[in-house]
């Protein structure tokens, strides 16, 4: 299969649909991101990047049944595919390889 990179901010998002796992929805996405990274998002960011990946078919949607919280509207709920999931992986063993690779010099420079 041929591999598919990622940008920084779709692989963010793509991890934290799989740290949400079945409860992913765009606010929730974009809170957990500002918690997790410190970084300012914006929720259109995030819906164009679930765009992308729900493209690639690196996750999936559904729409939720109706929540009294929402006054009766109904959330897009996001889900990692198994693509998604080993695409992780790959990117996760790419970046490790090139950190072990790191000379141990800069390792405690950078600690």
């Known amino acids: 299969m041929k591999r598919v990179y990622l940008g920084e901010f ?3 998002v793509l991890l934290v649909v799989a740290v949400l ?3 992913a929805y765009g606010v929730n996405i974009t809170h957990e991101i500002l918690e997790q990274t410190q970084r300012s998002v914006r929720l259109n960011q995030v819906h164009a990047s ?3 990946l729900e493209e690639k078919g690196m996750i999936v949607s559904k729409m939720s049944n109706p929540t009294p919280e929402r006054g009766g509207r109904r959330k897009r709920i996001f889900t990692i595919t198994a693509y998604g999931s080993n695409t992780l992986k790959d990117i996760q063993q790419v970046r490790a390889s090139l950190w072990n690779a790191v000379p141990p010099t800069l390792k ?3 600690a």
């Open 108 to 110: 405690s420079a950078h």
């Open 50 to 52: 679930l765009q992308r």
């Open 21 to 23: 796992d079945g409860v």
């Open 10 to 12: 779709e692989e963010i």
